[in-house]
Nanobody, 124 residues
Framework: QVQLVESGGALVQPGGSLRLACAAS????????MAWFRQAPGKEREFLGA???????TYYADSVKGRFAISGTFANTVYLHLNSLRPEDTAVYYC??????????????????WGQGTQVTVSS
């Protein structure tokens, strides 16, 4: 069992930046990839990006490519860097982990473990 804990969510003004962190309770040796999703009220959970723990290759949703970036895999922690934030980025942000690299890495059903989420609110 792997426990994931997100942190770093906050209230930020439009155009601002945040860095979210996701700490895993176990070594990444047992995890193939980490991913970030978000869920806004009344909407489905949306894939943002993923990172392979071996090699560090990253994958992003087109909707956030160029504004969001994933880094890390050291010390069992990955980060999601949020830049040029917009009010529509307001959501609960979740990290997820999988033991095996899935063909459908954008699907929530492909991940074995989930964190509890951290709230990001973009408002002036």
């Amino acid at each position: 069992q792997v426990q994931l804990v997100e942190s770093g969510g906050a209230l930020v003004q439009p155009g601002g930046s945040l860095r979210l962190a996701c700490a895993a309770s176990r070594s990444f040796l047992s995890i193939n990839a980490m991913a970030w999703f978000r869920q806004a009220p009344g909407k489905e959970r949306e894939f943002l990006g993923a990172i392979r723990t071996s090699g560090g290759h990253t994958y992003y949703a087109d909707s956030v490519k160029g504004r969001f970036a994933i880094s890390g895999t050291f010390a069992n922690t990955v980060y999601l860097h949020l830049n040029s934030l917009r009010p529509e980025d307001t959501a609960v942000y979740y990290c997820a982990a999988t033991r095996f690299w899935p063909p459908l890495y954008t699907s929530t059903s492909s991940y074995d473990y989930w964190g509890q989420g951290t709230q990001v609110t973009v408002s002036s």
